[in-house]
Nanobody, 124 residues
Framework: QVRVVESGGDSVQTGGSLKLSCAAFGFPFSTYCMAWFRQTTGQERVGVAIVEWDGKTKYAESVKGRFTISKDNTKKTLYLQMNSLKPEDSGMYYC??????????????????WGQGTQVTVSS
């Protein structure tokens, strides 16, 4: 069964750090593009960080220099290291995979596989 499972969300104070994990099952992890999206109540999912098929990474402007996306192909796990967290980083973080649909890298509709999300709350 094709699925991804996120973990690592927590409540932290401004300036803190968190590392999110996304375990992948049922698809060729090393060759799939994957991404992290964030969603807050009443808003669409917004792309945070992307890793392409070839390992190339992309970041939303708001997180550049603070977040790092990485893949461990041996463990079939995607990570998001988040440093210098701000209250505006709060939200439900979703792992996604399989970006074979057309469109922008940053459009959530491009991705076919989604996890259940993990909550990140940053307090001031």
């Amino acid at each position: 069964q094709v699925r991804v499972v996120e973990s690592g969300g927590d409540s932290v104070q401004t300036g803190g750090s968190l590392k999110l994990s996304c375990a992948a099952f049922g698809f060729p992890f090393s060759t799939y593009c994957m991404a992290w999206f964030r969603q807050t109540t009443g808003q669409e999912r917004v792309g945070v960080a992307i890793v392409e098929w070839d390992g190339k990474t992309k970041y939303a402007e708001s997180v550049k220099g603070r977040f790092t996306i990485s893949k461990d192909n041996t463990k079939k796990t995607l990570y998001l290291q988040m440093n210098s967290l701000k209250p505006e980083d709060s939200g439900m973080y979703y792992c996604s995979a399989d970006c074979r649909n057309g469109g922008s890298w940053w459009d959530y509709r491009r991705y076919n596989v989604w996890g259940q999300g993990t909550q990140v709350t940053v307090s001031s």
